[in-house]
């Protein structure tokens, strides 16, 4: 079993930063693709970013050139730098694992998921 912990979120303003982190249990992290979805209030979860084992990184449209996904293969962490913060960035950031070494942009092609962290991003 895997379990996944997120840390980082809260309240800043509109241009501001954020760094999100994930803390994963288990000894096989390193073979794990990494991915940082978010639920907006009242939407789907959408994909933000993924980083497969390997170092391939993927991103959302509406994320790309602000935000930057990197791994810790060492620490069983992975990370997610939120620059230039948008109140539109506002949701519950949920970290995701999956076994393989390809990024999926839906939910349901991950196994794992952590209990998600609040950002939130006042104008």
């Known amino acids: 079993q895997v379990q996944l912990v997120e840390s980082g979120g809260g309240l800043v303003q509109a241009g501001g930063s954020l760094r999100l982190s994930c803390v994963t249990s288990g000894r096989t992290f390193s073979t794990y693709t990494m991915g940082w979805f978010r639920q907006p209030p009242g939407k789907e979860r959408q994909f933000v970013a993924g980083?497969?084992?390997?170092?391939?990184?993927y991103y959302g449209d509406s994320v790309k050139g602000r935000f930057t996904i990197s791994r810790d293969n060492a620490k069983n962490t992975v990370y997610l730098q939120m620059n230039s913060l948008k109140p539109e960035d506002t949701a519950v950031y949920y970290c995701?694992?999956?076994?393989?070494?390809?990024?999926?942009?839906?939910?349901?092609?991950?196994?794992?998921w952590g209990q998600g962290t609040q950002v939130t991003v006042s104008s």
């Open positions: 980083v497969t084992w390997r170092g391939s990184r």
């Open positions: 995701a694992a999956r076994a393989g070494d390809l990024v999926h942009t839906t939910p349901r092609h991950y196994d794992y």
